[in-house]
C-alpha cells in the first residue's frame, strides 16, 4: 500500500535555543520541538523523568474516601476481593493490588472472569460466589464503569465496590462506594491518559501514604518502586500515551524489570528468548505481553495471573513454558482466523471491513481486527458468533474515532465500550446485517479516501554524515518509545541504493550511501516485495540503531520505507 509521506517543518530558531540549553544536537532539539517540548525546562524533565514528578494521587476524585474504606476493612479484618480484567492490563492491576496487600499483611481473594463464559467485568453471578464466600469488600481494577447494573447487584447483596478503571465513560456512573477514573467530571487529577494498571497504582500509593500515616507499618516501608516492572509491562501492553506519568512510571518499571527481581515475569523473560541488556518497550510489546494475554484469550487468565505473583522460581519457569505453548496456540488460531476473514473480503471498495462467522475465538478476533486495519488502512470489525449472540472486536485508524462509529449504531447493538482506537461490542444476530449497513454508511459520511492513505511522519530531512553515535545516545534519552511518544523517523533524500538482497524471506538488507559520504547497512522488515532496487535519487525513511553482535557495535538503519523521487513527496 502506498503512504503519504510528511514532514515536520524544521525550526532553526527553537533547535538553537534548545540546543544551547540542553547541550543537544539540532536534529535532537527538533525531536523535543515535535513532540511539543519547546520550552527548555519542560524538555529537560522529559529527557530525565522523575518519580518526584509523579503526580498527588490523592487528587483522584474519592480517592481519599476510597483509601479510608479499604483501612476500614483491613483493620476490621473484612475479606476483600480484587476484581480484574483478563487482559495484560488487566492481570498486572490485579497482581499488583493483590500483592501490595500481600507484602502489608493483607489476604485478599483475586477475581478475573472467563473471557468465554463470562465475558469482560463485572457480573452477578461472580459477585454472589464472592459474597457467598464473605466478601463484604470489591475493588475493581481496569474494569466496573461500565457496570451500574452489577454494582447496583452488590449493593444489594451488601458489598461495597470500589471502582478502579480508566476506560471511557458512556454512561451514568454507577453507584459505587468510590470510582477512581480520572475520566470522571470533577475528577482534578491532571493526567486523564493512564492505564488500569497506572490507576491501581496511585491507589496503592494512597494507601501506602495514610497506612503510613496511622502507624500501620511496624518495620519496613513497602518499596513501590518495586512494584513498576507490573506497572510498565500493563502499560505498555495497553497501548496508552507514553507521555506525563506513564513515561516516568514505564521508564522505572523497565529498570525493575531489567533488574529481574520477580521470578515469574524472569522466567517469561527467559523463555520468551529475552536476553540481558537493554530492555524496551518493544520486548514488552511483542515478546511479553502477548505471552500474558495468550492464557485470557484461550483459556483463563489465571495461569498468567499465578506467573505474576509466584515467588518460586520452578514453578515460574513452569508456568512462563506454559504461556508460552498457550501463545503458540493462539497464533496458529489467530492466523487461520486471518486467513478466513481474507477469503470474506469483497471488492475492497466500501470504507470499512464487517465481518462475521461461526467458530471464530472470540479471543483472537481483536488482534484478527488489528491486523486487518493495517493492511488495509481502514476501520474493521470482527464479530464471532455463537448461537443468536455475536462479540465483537472493533479496530480504528488514524483518521476515525471507533467508538464514534459503533455510538452511531450504538441502538443496534446490545452493549458496546473502549476507546477510539479499539472497542468491543456484543450484537444480536439478527442486527448484524442492519449493523453492517449503517455502519459503512456512516464511514462514508465521515471519511474521505484520501483520510484511509496511510501517512509516515517525519521528523527530519537530514544527511547521513549526521547519523552518528552521538545522535543516536540523544534520541536513546528520548525513550521509552510508544503511542504518542513513537520511535524519530529520519529521512534522507537523493540517496544511492548500492545493494539489496532478501534476508529470510520477507525482509530486504540495503546499503546505501549519499555522494561523497561513506555508505551504510540497513535492514526494512517485511519489505521484501521491493527487492530489487539500485540507483540513486531515493529517499530512504529510517530509524537509526547500533546492531551489538558477538561484542561488536555497527551503526546500521532500520528501514521504513524506501519512495523513488522523494523529494516531490516533501514539497
Same mark, same amino acid.
Given at each position: 500500500?502506498?503512504?503519504?509521506?510528511?514532514?515536520?517543518?524544521?525550526?532553526?530558531?527553537?533547535? *538553537?535555543?534548545? =540546543?544551547?540549553?540542553?547541550?543537544?544536537?539540532?536534529?535532537?532539539?527538533?525531536?523535543?520541538?515535535?513532540?511539543?517540548?519547546?520550552?527548555?525546562?519542560?524538555?529537560?524533565?522529559?529527557?530525565?523523568?522523575?518519580?518526584?514528578?509523579?503526580?498527588?494521587?490523592?487528587?483522584?476524585?474519592?480517592?481519599?474516601?476510597?483509601?479510608?474504606?479499604?483501612?476500614?476493612?483491613?483493620?476490621?479484618?473484612?475479606?476483600?476481593?480484587?476484581?480484574?480484567?483478563?487482559?495484560?492490563?488487566?492481570?498486572?492491576?490485579?497482581?499488583?493490588?493483590?500483592?501490595?496487600?500481600?507484602?502489608?499483611?493483607?489476604?485478599?481473594?483475586?477475581?478475573?472472569?472467563?473471557?468465554?463464559?463470562?465475558?469482560?467485568?463485572?457480573?452477578?453471578?461472580?459477585?454472589?460466589?464472592?459474597?457467598?464466600?464473605?466478601?463484604?469488600?470489591?475493588?475493581?481494577?481496569?474494569?466496573?464503569?461500565?457496570?451500574?447494573?452489577?454494582?447496583?447487584?452488590?449493593?444489594?447483596?451488601?458489598?461495597?465496590?470500589?471502582?478502579?478503571?480508566?476506560?471511557?465513560?458512556?454512561?451514568?456512573?454507577?453507584?459505587?462506594?468510590?470510582?477512581?477514573?480520572?475520566?470522571?467530571?470533577?475528577?482534578?487529577?491532571?493526567?486523564?491518559?493512564?492505564?488500569?494498571?497506572?490507576?491501581?497504582?496511585?491507589?496503592?500509593?494512597?494507601?501506602?501514604?495514610?497506612?503510613?500515616?496511622? =502507624?500501620?507499618?511496624?518495620?519496613?516501608?513497602?518499596?513501590?518502586?518495586?512494584?513498576?516492572?507490573?506497572?510498565?509491562?500493563?502499560?505498555?501492553?495497553?497501548?496508552?500515551?507514553?507521555?506525563?506519568?506513564?513515561?516516568?512510571?514505564?521508564?522505572?518499571?523497565?529498570?525493575?524489570?531489567?533488574?529481574?527481581?520477580?521470578?515469574?515475569?524472569?522466567?517469561?523473560?527467559?523463555?520468551?528468548?529475552?536476553?540481558?541488556?537493554?530492555?524496551?518497550?518493544?520486548?514488552?510489546?511483542?515478546?511479553?505481553?502477548?505471552?500474558?494475554?495468550?492464557?485470557?484469550?484461550?483459556?483463563?487468565?489465571?495461569?498468567?495471573?499465578?506467573?505474576?505473583?509466584?515467588?518460586?522460581?520452578?514453578?515460574?519457569?513452569?508456568?512462563?513454558?506454559?504461556?508460552?505453548?498457550?501463545?503458540?496456540?493462539?497464533?496458529?488460531?489467530?492466523?487461520?482466523?486471518?486467513?478466513?476473514?481474507?477469503?470474506?473480503?469483497?471488492?475492497?471498495?466500501?470504507?470499512?471491513?464487517?465481518?462475521?462467522?461461526?467458530?471464530?475465538?472470540?479471543?483472537?478476533?481483536?488482534?484478527?481486527?488489528?491486523? %486487518?486495519?493495517?493492511?488495509?488502512?481502514?476501520?474493521?470489525?470482527?464479530?464471532? %458468533?455463537?448461537?443468536?449472540?455475536?462479540?465483537?472486536?472493533?479496530? =480504528?485508524?488514524?483518521?476515525?474515532?471507533?467508538?464514534?462509529?459503533?455510538?452511531?449504531?450504538?441502538?443496534?447493538?446490545?452493549?458496546?465500550?473502549?476507546?477510539?482506537?479499539?472497542?468491543?461490542?456484543?450484537?444480536?444476530?439478527?442486527?448484524?446485517?442492519?449493523?453492517?449497513?449503517?455502519?459503512?454508511?456512516?464511514?462514508?459520511?465521515?471519511?474521505?479516501?484520501?483520510?484511509?492513505?496511510?501517512?509516515?511522519?517525519?521528523?527530519?530531512?537530514?544527511?547521513?554524515? *549526521?547519523?552518528?553515535?552521538?545522535?543516536?545516545?540523544?534520541?536513546?534519552?528520548?525513550?521509552?518509545?510508544?503511542?504518542?511518544?513513537?520511535?524519530?523517523?529520519?529521512?534522507?533524500?537523493?540517496?544511492?541504493?548500492?545493494?539489496? *538482497?532478501?534476508?529470510?524471506?520477507?525482509?530486504?538488507? %540495503?546499503?546505501?550511501?549519499?555522494?561523497?559520504?561513506?555508505?551504510?547497512?540497513?535492514?526494512?522488515? =517485511?519489505?521484501?516485495?521491493?527487492?530489487?532496487?539500485?540507483?540513486?535519487?531515493?529517499?530512504?525513511?529510517?530509524?537509526?540503531?547500533?546492531?551489538?553482535?558477538?561484542?561488536?557495535?555497527?551503526?546500521?538503519?532500520?528501514?521504513?520505507?524506501?519512495?523513488?523521487?522523494?523529494?516531490?513527496?516533501?514539497?
Amino acid at each position: 500500500m502506498k503512504k503519504r509521506w510528511k514532514v515536520t517543518p524544521a525550526n532553526k530558531e527553537l533547535q *538553537e535555543v534548545l =540546543g544551547k540549553e540542553l547541550n543537544i544536537l539540532p536534529i535532537t532539539a527538533q525531536l523535543l520541538i515535535n513532540r511539543g517540548l519547546v520550552e527548555p525546562d519542560k524538555a529537560f524533565s522529559f529527557l530525565r523523568p522523575e518519580l518526584k514528578d509523579l503526580h498527588d494521587p490523592f487528587l483522584f476524585k474519592d480517592m481519599e474516601r476510597s483509601a479510608e474504606r479499604i483501612i476500614e476493612a483491613i483493620r476490621a479484618g473484612e475479606k476483600i476481593a480484587v476484581f480484574g480484567d483478563y487482559d495484560v492490563d488487566g492481570t498486572t492491576s490485579t497482581a499488583l493490588v493483590y500483592l501490595f496487600f500481600k507484602e502489608i499483611g493483607v489476604e485478599a481473594t483475586c477475581y478475573i472472569p472467563e473471557r468465554q463464559s463470562e465475558g469482560y467485568g463485572l457480573n452477578s453471578p461472580a459477585l454472589k460466589k464472592l459474597r457467598d464466600s464473605g466478601i463484604s469488600l470489591v475493588i475493581t481494577v481496569d474494569c466496573g464503569v461500565s457496570n451500574s447494573a452489577e454494582v447496583a447487584y452488590a449493593n444489594s447483596l451488601g458489598m461495597d465496590i470500589i471502582i478502579s478503571d480508566h476506560h471511557e465513560i458512556e454512561s451514568a456512573l454507577p453507584e459505587a462506594y468510590g470510582i477512581l477514573n480520572p475520566k470522571q467530571s470533577g475528577c482534578a487529577f491532571p493526567f486523564k491518559l493512564l492505564a488500569g494498571v497506572g490507576v491501581a497504582f496511585n491507589l496503592i500509593m494512597a494507601l501506602r501514604a495514610r497506612l503510613r500515616e496511622d =502507624g500501620w507499618f511496624k518495620g519496613e516501608i513497602p518499596n513501590l518502586k518495586r512494584y513498576l516492572d507490573l506497572v510498565a509491562v500493563g502499560t505498555v501492553a495497553d497501548l496508552v500515551p507514553l507521555v506525563d506519568e506513564n513515561r516516568i512510571l514505564v521508564s522505572y518499571g523497565l529498570k525493575e524489570l531489567e533488574r529481574g527481581g520477580r521470578v515469574g515475569l524472569k522466567a517469561l523473560m527467559d523463555a520468551s528468548g529475552i536476553k540481558p541488556g537493554k530492555l524496551d518497550t518493544d520486548n514488552i510489546a511483542f515478546q511479553l505481553a502477548p505471552r500474558i494475554n495468550a492464557a485470557g484469550r484461550l483459556t483463563s487468565a489465571t495461569l498468567a495471573l499465578k506467573l505474576l505473583v509466584t515467588e518460586d522460581a520452578a514453578e515460574g519457569a513452569s508456568l512462563a513454558e506454559s504461556l508460552n505453548r498457550e501463545n503458540a496456540s493462539r497464533q496458529k488460531i489467530e492466523e487461520e482466523t486471518l486467513q478466513q476473514a481474507l477469503g470474506m473480503l469483497g471488492d475492497g471498495r466500501e470504507m470499512g471491513i464487517v465481518l462475521a462467522s461461526e467458530g471464530w475465538n472470540p479471543g483472537v478476533i481483536g488482534i484478527v481486527a488489528s491486523r %486487518l486495519a493495517d493492511r488495509f488502512g481502514k476501520p474493521a470489525v470482527m464479530i464471532a %458468533l455463537e448461537g443468536d449472540c455475536g462479540k465483537g472486536s472493533a479496530r =480504528g485508524v488514524k483518521a476515525f474515532n471507533i467508538l464514534e462509529g459503533l455510538k452511531a449504531c450504538s441502538h443496534l447493538l446490545a452493549k458496546y465500550g473502549g476507546h477510539k482506537a479499539a472497542a468491543g461490542l456484543t450484537i444480536s444476530r439478527d442486527n448484524i446485517e442492519k449493523f453492517k449497513g449503517e455502519f459503512l454508511e456512516f464511514l462514508d459520511n465521515e471519511i474521505a479516501d484520501e483520510d484511509l492513505t496511510p501517512e509516515i511522519l517525519l521528523d527530519a530531512i537530514v544527511s547521513l554524515d *549526521e547519523v552518528d553515535l552521538k545522535l543516536i545516545a540523544e534520541i536513546e534519552k528520548l525513550a521509552p518509545f510508544g503511542a504518542s511518544n513513537r520511535e524519530p523517523l529520519l529521512c534522507v533524500t537523493d540517496a544511492h541504493i548500492i545493494a539489496t *538482497e532478501i534476508v529470510g524471506s520477507r525482509h530486504l538488507r %540495503l546499503k546505501v550511501r549519499q555522494k561523497g559520504q561513506n555508505s551504510l547497512n540497513c535492514i526494512g522488515f =517485511g519489505l521484501a516485495p521491493l527487492h530489487p532496487i539500485k540507483g540513486g535519487g531515493y529517499g530512504i525513511a529510517f530509524s537509526p540503531f547500533i546492531d551489538e553482535w558477538q561484542g561488536g557495535k555497527n551503526l546500521k538503519l532500520r528501514i521504513k520505507d524506501v519512495k523513488a523521487e522523494c523529494v516531490k513527496f516533501l514539497t
